[in-house]
């Protein structure tokens, strides 16, 4: 099983590096142009976290028993008001299933952040194909200090009957 785990803020300097930016270390309330270019407005910066558990199953046929993988969610990331995409998490299972998390999210003037969320089923022959069996999409508005829960996710197979699944259980943190 392999698990590999990117924030927000090390994907945001990732793509800057790419487009010739710079970005700043660690985030801080700073100053940022307005739309009209002549006003400075602050950033709000919001320490993001996803944790939580999963189960996937993958199938191995009639003769032989299923392999299970069961584990933990974690990742985090700042974020602020501009839209930040990256894959912040990935796990496999069985050496022919990956399970990744996508996420995106932006805050708002009282601190709330509005979390985007995409988990992608992969089962094929080998834990790193591209054979997109099932994904699922949400979003959650969750104010600052507060958290949200969402419960008993299920991404399913279907070419086999819905023998190979993941079943995970999320929490969307807004710590600081």
Not at 36 to 43: I, K, Q, W, Y
Not at 64 to 79: I, L, Q, R
Request: glycine share 12%.
């Amino acid at each position: 099983m392999r698990r590999r785990t990117m924030g927000m803020l090390a994907a945001a300097a990732a793509a800057a590096a790419v487009a010739g930016l710079t970005v700043a270390g660690a985030p801080a309330a700073g100053a940022a142009p307005s739309a009209a270019g002549d006003a400075v407005t602050a950033s709000v910066w919001r320490n993001v976290a996803l944790t939580g558990t999963y189960t996937i199953r993958d199938d191995e046929g009639i003769f032989a028993a299923g392999t299970y993988c069961n584990g933990n969610v974690a990742s985090e990331g700042w974020v602020n008001e501009v839209r930040t995409p990256s894959v912040w998490w990935e796990t496999t299972c069985g050496g022919e299933i990956r399970v990744e998390k996508h996420v995106s999210a932006e805050t708002d003037a009282g601190g709330g952040v509005m979390i985007y969320v995409t988990l992608r089923f992969y089962e094929g022959t080998n834990d790193t194909n591209t054979d997109l069996d099932a994904e699922y999409n949400f979003n959650r508005y969750v104010p600052a200090g507060q958290t949200s829960t969402v419960s008993e996710i299920t991404l399913r197979n279907g070419e086999n009957g819905g023998k190979d699944w993941a079943k995970l259980n999320l929490v969307l943190h807004n710590n600081r």
